[in-house]
């Protein structure tokens, strides 16, 4: 009887070899995949950008504008509805501007403070839903420029990531 | 003695779970922290501060300045260079859809959607498995807008589809004039073709690969296919050779993309990236005058 419950007792480790095999493909393969330089745009949830052949990523740390479906946000702080933004003649969205001519204000600040030329900087990433019309796209975009961010660049899928 | 043994042989199995927790704590961190979509950046130039005003009048005009633009409008896609314009490049505007049920691709032309005054579609798309996308959000599924190319006689044909052979990473042939191959009996092995990037003059085999060599087949026959050529492969190809040919000229590397108020991103960004590739790396954005 003692012997056959030292039998069960022995038998009933499980074999972790084989587990621990796949385990180390999927950490090899999870690394290679981690972007060493860190994404620097994180893609808003409810939009789908287009994709493109462009292969430049974002360098610098820039002001993040996405217009969504409902509304246009800064740094994801809601700022006018897209809906009165397609609406308006004016090439000029006076409620985004307002809140981007500070925030350009506070970077020019920042710049001088570590005594670099406020002349720099300026750089804004826009997330568009791919569906978004001219009109919006090209309104916001003149706002940008009114405001002090002239360095406006698109966030857009890579189509052929590198291999 | 023996009992010695036994205890060696016993520290031969290594303990292998922590590690294994180890790992499984790991991978999750791991995963969260993997970017599966890759986000890149398209840059625009956008004219100095100060030269930004409301409104923006046009720039003396340079007798050598190529002042290259591209124009999107509804119906057709035109590129005007020196004042002078080139012919309209006519489209028909595919949409494609892909399920999420059965993840397949469905096509339809945007014109035959209906909507009600809330803006959602009355009549969805249907996937091939029966099921019909949400009527307000079906937009999102849209995959990819191609734009195929029509060939018109005059303004008031309809227009016929223009073919192409696309290569296995689907990029159009080009022969020996610059010309689309729009025949699949002219891609055979031996044949001497170029696609739409510099210097892509190959030969296509069958079954073996090297420099300046295409591998055209896929177990052993070839896996080339015909289809509606693209519009912006029209402009591309037009595009690289205006590049070419006023390389000399002041704004060589500028362009300016043109559109109607309600052209969609997707498409500007088509063409931003067909400028792009073309040689033109300063793309700047233009709006069409009301009723223009």
């Known amino acids: 009887m003692a012997r056959k419950a030292r039998q069960y007792g022995e038998e009933a480790g499980l074999s972790l070899t084989s587990m621990m095999d796949v385990m180390t493909i999927i950490l090899v393969f999870l690394i290679k995949q981690v972007d060493t330089e860190g994404q620097l745009i994180t893609a808003a949830e409810n939009l789908v950008l287009p994709n493109s052949t462009s292969t430049k990523v974002p360098r610098d740390v820039s002001l993040g504008l996405i217009v969504d479906h409902n509304w246009v946000l800064v740094d994801g702080q809601q700022i006018v509805e897209t809906k009165i933004v397609s609406e308006q003649d004016s090439l000029l969205v006076e409620a985004l501007d307002a809140v981007l001519k500070e925030k350009r204000e506070t970077e020019k600040q920042a710049m001088l403070a570590r005594g670099e030329s406020d002349e720099g900087g300026g750089n804004i990433i826009v997330q568009l839903d791919k569906n978004t019309y001219y009109d919006i796209m090209y309104k916001v975009m003149a706002t940008c420029g009114v405001s002090g961010f002239t360095n406006v660049a698109f966030a857009v899928n890579m189509l052929h990531a590198e291999e | ?292």
């Open chain 2, 1 to 292: 003695m023996a009992k010695q043994l036994r205890k060696a042989e016993k520290l031969k199995e290594m303990d292998m779970l922590p590690v294994m927790s180890l790992m499984t704590v790991l991978i999750p961190v791991l995963l969260t922290m993997t970017a599966f979509q890759k986000l890149a950046i398209v840059e625009v130039n956008l004219p100095e501060r100060s030269e930004v005003s409301m409104e923006t009048e046009p720039p003396p005009p340079d007798d050598n300045a190529l002042n290259l633009t591209v124009a999107i409008s509804k119906e057709y896609l035109e590129i005007w260079a020196r004042g002078g314009s080139l012919p309209k490049e006519f489209y028909k505007e595919m949409w494609i859809f892909r399920c999420k049920s059965d993840n397949d691709t469905v096509i339809y032309d945007p014109g035959v959607f209906e909507y009600d005054d809330k803006g959602a579609a009355t009549n969805p798309p249907k996937c091939k498995d029966g099921k019909t996308l949400d009527g307000e959000k079906f937009k999102y599924s849209i995959e990819s807008i191609e734009l195929w190319s029509l060939h018109r006689e005059s303004e008031e044909d309809p227009g016929t589809l223009k073919k192409s052979v696309y290569s296995k990473s689907d990029s159009a042939y080009l022969d020996g004039n610059n010309e689309f191959i729009a025949s699949l009996s002219e891609i055979r092995p031996g044949a001497v073709v170029a696609t739409l990037s510099e210097s892509s003059s190959r030969k296509l085999a069958c079954g073996q690969s090297g420099p300046g060599v295409e591998d055209i087949c896929v177990d052993g026959k070839p896996a080339v296919t015909l289809r509606n050529r693209s519009a912006y492969d029209e402009i591309a190809k037009t595009l690289i050779m205006i590049h070419n040919r006023f390389i000399d000229s002041p704004d060589a590397d500028n362009i300016i993309v043109l559109a109607d108020d309600d052209t969609a991103f997707d498409k500007i960004i088509g063409i931003m990236d067909r400028a792009r590739d073309a040689g033109f790396y300063k793309i700047n954005l233009a709006k069409l005058a009301a009723g223009g």
